[in-house]
């Protein structure tokens, strides 16, 4: 659900200091995702966000998104807070 939400979302999104389009975010982000699966090491959506869609392993700097002309905010924030509406609904 969550890849679809950001490749909905018409949102961008900040990966060590350039913005990128919800395409070519969601392909960065499924690939690193593939990779942490194949290790093992993803078993939740909070496991996803926290390990993948908050910031890169690379330099440590924390993923943003920002829509429209809302001020940017922290990838794990925007995800949390879908994650949460997502299950509400649904529960």
């Not at 961008?12 to 995702?33: C, D, I, M």
């Not at 990779?35 to 390990?51: P, S, V």
């Amino acid at each position: 659900h969550l890849f679809e939400y950001l490749k909905k979302s018409n949102c961008e999104f900040n990966r060590n200091g350039s913005w990128y389009s919800p395409n070519e975010a969601v392909k960065h982000l499924k690939t690193k995702y593939r990779y942490l699966m194949r290790k093992g090491l993803i078993n939740t959506a909070e496991q996803f966000i926290d390990c993948v869609a908050s910031r890169s392993s690379i330099s440590g700097q924390s993923y943003l998104v920002i829509c429209g002309d809302t001020k940017p905010v922290q990838s794990s924030d925007w995800f949390t807070d879908e994650l949460k509406r997502f299950r509400e609904a649904y529960h």
